[in-house]
């Protein structure tokens, strides 16, 4: 039974950005509309609102830095066969830089630590999948944070497809079947947020040979 961890922001705990930032129902989210699609597999989801691919907000109710945190992910759900990570909107706040080359960046010390954790047993390093967040859009009433959030965004999925070749990983962009709401021009309705997972479930199995 392959065992899949989904690492993610909020775009993986499921922001509802229509119903005061409460949650979308758990059936709704990606993980669990991938768990549907793979029977037999154990589909797993860690997302915190907030979360970046390497930078502190010390401004926080917990620790959002996935160099940190992804090392205790691997460490409470192991033995894993497979990691989907989508993080990087979060880097694209003003307050870390607002760049997706610093998003890039983090995301290759993320597969790093994936390789290079101590697993029990030592052979069991799962396989890596990497997601290109969908893209900013300018949001229907006010601004988007940066004026250079949207079209930063836009470079996620080159710079991610680029990194997935060099590391030798598996890479999905979700811009392509996703799309921000604009109520916020960052999250996602709950139509999106399940298409996200069913255009996963093909990448996986092909990552995983099911």
């Known amino acids: 039974m392959a065992r899949i961890l989904c690492y993610g922001d909020s ?9 005061g930032a409460l949650r979308h129902a758990i059936p709704d989210l990606w993980p669990s509309v991938l768990a549907g699609a793979l029977p037999g597999a154990t589909v797993l989801a860690d997302g915190v ?6 930078f502190d907000d010390h401004t926080a109710p917990c620790d959002r830095n996935a160099v940190r945190t992804l090392p205790v992910a691997l460490s409470a759900h192991m033995p894993l066969d497979a990691v989907v990570i989508m993080l990087g909107t979060n880097d694209l706040k003003p307050k870390f830089g607002g760049v997706a080359l610093s998003a890039q960046q983090g995301m290759r010390r993320l ?16 396989k890596v999948l990497i997601v290109a967040p969908p893209l900013c859009i300018a949001p229907a009433q006010g601004a988007l944070d ?8 836009a470079l996620f999925a080159p710079l991610y497809a680029a990194l997935a ?14 799309q921000a709401s604009p109520v ?6 709950a139509a999106h947020t399940r298409a996200i997972g069913a255009a996963l479930a093909g990448p996986v199995r092909a990552l995983l040979g099911l």
């Open 11 to 19: 775009l993986t705990w499921g922001h509802d950005q229509d119903n």
């Open 49 to 54: 609102g907030g979360r970046t691919t390497s």
């Open 111 to 126: 597969i790093q630590l994936v390789r290079g954790f101590p697993y029990n047993p030592a052979s069991a390093v799962p």
């Open 146 to 153: 940066s004026p250079i959030r949207a079209e930063q965004s």
């Open 165 to 178: 070749e060099e590391m030798g990983v598996a890479f999905f962009d979700a811009g392509t079947v996703a």
């Open 184 to 189: 916020d021009g960052i999250h996602l309705d």
